[in-house]
């Protein structure tokens, strides 16, 4: 799941790296998945938003992207973390998951468009965090009561999906009107 979510953010970020540089070049250079009103990645990529740290937010992704499948590559080799290293993994998916929260709102409620690109990397960042999530407390690296380990061992689908459904119905609700006229 690290290498699939890796993969994921690795190619949003890419995507919208490209499209940030054209855009820097050409200020009227519009993205390909500018489709309508809505889903208006130029309109994200022109915001304050999309520069929080003083560089395009996407460069942070192909790094921190990356970490994450050199982390699910060497998983798959066999290699072995102690508790110490998940729980750092672990906080810097929360950090992850609390950023994209906050593009999500600024998004939704400040500049009133959707990136498709952006979409991808915030599922990616969800799911990774969640099955993060379950892994530790599946593991006993986060301390957790024992039915938080048996939902987490039964339903580690259930909190992602919860999540990403969340918000589909705030997206749904911000631009009712527009989606069903």
């Known amino acids: 799941m690290l ?17 940030k540089f054209k855009l820097m070049q050409d200020p009227n250079f519009t993205p390909g998945c500018s489709l309508n009103p809505v889903i208006s990645c130029g309109n994200i990529m022109k915001s304050a938003q999309a520069s929080v740290f003083g560089f395009p ?14 982390v699910g590559a060497s998983l798959l080799t066999g290699a072995r973390f102690p508790r110490w290293y998940w729980l750092v993994f672990q906080a810097g998916s929360l950090f992850g998951v609390g ?8 998004s939704l ?3 009133g468009a959707l990136c498709l690109w952006c979409c991808l990397a915030w599922v990616a960042t969800i799911v990774l965090f969640w099955r993060l999530a379950a892994f530790n407390i599946r593991n006993g690296f986060l301390p957790a009561p024992s039915w938080t380990r048996t939902f987490f061992t039964d339903f580690p689908w259930v909190p992602p999906v919860l999540h990403i ?13 527009f989606w069903t006229s």
């Open 3 to 19: 290498v699939l979510t890796g993969a994921a953010g690795v190619l949003a970020s890419w995507v919208i790296t490209l499209d």
């Open 57 to 70: 937010n996407p460069m942070l992704g192909l790094v921190a992207y990356g970490v994450v499948i050199c």
């Open 99 to 106: 950023f994209v929260s906050w593009l999500q709102f600024e």
């Open 109 to 111: 409620y400040r500049i």
């Open 165 to 177: 459904a969340g918000i589909s119905l705030l997206i749904l609700t911000r631009w009712w009107d």
